[in-house]
């Protein structure tokens, strides 16, 4: 975010996918660089159960930092200015495998679907439909294939997608004696470059935008090589959504 020249204090909504550390680690500190910043206004974070929980032991762990900023900075407390929302499976958030509503302001609406990232039992996608110019996008965070995500994304403008290269992963089990359940951990909780191409077909997105790769350095994939694997299943516009593009 840093790199990209976003401004943390701008930031007034935080939506974590599911619990796996490359996706959460840090969220924590995400709030405390915020707050100390110069934020002024309230945030709201969502995700599955238990981000009011963590949220509460993240201010818990840095109470020291922070009790020592705001006697010595004057800032307010950070417990007031950060409201955490579990978006439960089956109390209304996510019923039936779609949410109605996690969140909506004057620009932007934004629904959740469970998706199969196992051995989690919560994980979500996301959906952006802005208020303002009718356009849409659709993160899939970690899955594998879901019936759910497809309903969620139908006709976006864009999707972002996970996406894993099957040939690849057989040349890093090859090598690394073990890997070969790791590899069926993959198959279950990820989606390969065809799944993902037939994927954004049936949700008849416009835009593909291929994202958290796997495997993400070594073998290391070429943009070509994944759009050569992709494309046979998906006749829209397809990125290699490398960190810091923009679109
Ligand atoms: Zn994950
Ligand atoms: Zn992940």
């Given at each position: 975010m840093k790199l990209a020249n976003l401004n943390l204090t701008s930031i007034r909504h935080i939506f974590i996918t599911h619990?796996?550390?490359?996706?959460n680690a840090d969220y924590g500190n995400l709030l405390l660089f915020m707050w100390t910043t110069g934020l002024n206004h309230q945030v709201n974070a969502y995700g599955p159960r238990p981000l009011l929980k963590m949220t509460k032991m993240f201010l818990k762990l840095s109470e020291c930092d922070i009790k020592v900023r705001i006697?010595?900075?004057?800032?307010?407390?950070?417990?007031?200015?950060?409201?955490?929302?579990?978006?439960?499976?089956?109390?209304?958030?996510?019923?039936g495998g779609i949410s109605r509503r996690i969140m909506e302001d004057e620009n932007v609406r934004v629904t959740a679907a469970l998706v199969n990232h196992p051995p989690l039992k919560t994980?979500?996608?996301?959906?952006?439909?802005?208020?303002?110019?009718n356009r849409s996008i659709v993160i899939s965070g970690d899955t594998a294939p879901s019936d759910n995500l497809i309903s969620l994304a139908q006709n976006a403008d864009v999707l972002?997608?996970?996406?894993?290269?099957?040939?690849?992963?057989?040349?890093l089990v090859s090598i690394r004696p073990g890997?070969?359940?790791?590899?069926?951990?993959?198959?279950?909780?990820?989606?390969t470059c065809e799944q993902v191409g037939r994927i954004a077909t049936l949700a008849n997105v416009k835009t593909l935008v291929l994202s958290h790769f796997i495997p993400a350095e070594y073998p290391f994939v070429t943009d070509e090589q994944w759009l050569e694997a992709?494309?046979?299943?998906?006749?829209?516009?397809i990125i290699v959504g490398r960190d810091l593009l923009e679109i």
């Amino acid at each position: 975010m840093k790199l990209a020249n976003l401004n943390l204090t701008s930031i007034r909504h935080i939506f974590i996918t599911h619990h796996h550390s490359d996706h959460n680690a840090d969220y924590g500190n995400l709030l405390l660089f915020m707050w100390t910043t110069g934020l002024n206004h309230q945030v709201n974070a969502y995700g599955p159960r238990p981000l009011l929980k963590m949220t509460k032991m993240f201010l818990k762990l840095s109470e020291c930092d922070i009790k020592v900023r705001i006697m010595s900075e004057g800032r307010l407390p950070l417990k007031d200015m950060i409201k955490a929302h579990d978006i439960r499976r089956n109390n209304g958030g996510c019923r039936g495998g779609i949410s109605r509503r996690i969140m909506e302001d004057e620009n932007v609406r934004v629904t959740a679907a469970l998706v199969n990232h196992p051995p989690l039992k919560t994980a979500f996608a996301y959906r952006f439909d802005s208020r303002v110019d009718n356009r849409s996008i659709v993160i899939s965070g970690d899955t594998a294939p879901s019936d759910n995500l497809i309903s969620l994304a139908q006709n976006a403008d864009v999707l972002v997608h996970e996406v894993m290269h099957l040939p690849s992963i057989d040349k890093l089990v090859s090598i690394r004696p073990g890997a070969s359940r790791i590899k069926q951990h993959l198959l279950e909780s990820h989606t390969t470059c065809e799944q993902v191409g037939r994927i954004a077909t049936l949700a008849n997105v416009k835009t593909l935008v291929l994202s958290h790769f796997i495997p993400a350095e070594y073998p290391f994939v070429t943009d070509e090589q994944w759009l050569e694997a992709v494309r046979p299943y998906f006749a829209g516009k397809i990125i290699v959504g490398r960190d810091l593009l923009e679109i």
